[in-house]
C-alpha cells in the first residue's frame, strides 16, 4: 500500500474514533437533558479524566501492545 493510502487510512480511523466518542458524549448529554432537564456537566469531567487516563497511559507504555 502507498504511504499517502496508509496515511490516509489512518487518518480516517483516527476522525470515525474522534466522532463516535464526540457522539457518546452528545448523546449522553441530549438523553440526560431530555429525561431531567437539568444539564449534567459530569459528562464532560468524565470524557476530560478518561482522556487523561488514556494520554497516561500512551505516555507510560509508549509504542507497545499497552501503548497502541
Do not use: E, K, W
Amino acid at each position: 500500500m502507498p504511504p499517502l493510502l496508509s496515511n490516509l487510512l489512518i487518518q480516517l480511523v483516527n476522525g470515525l474514533a474522534d466522532a463516535c466518542a464526540l457522539f457518546l458524549v452528545a448523546s449522553g448529554l441530549s438523553l440526560i437533558f431530555g429525561v431531567t432537564r437539568i444539564i449534567n456537566f459530569a459528562h464532560g469531567s468524565l470524557y476530560m479524566l478518561g482522556v487523561y487516563v488514556a494520554y497516561t497511559l500512551t505516555s507510560r507504555f509508549g509504542a507497545s501492545v499497552a501503548g497502541f
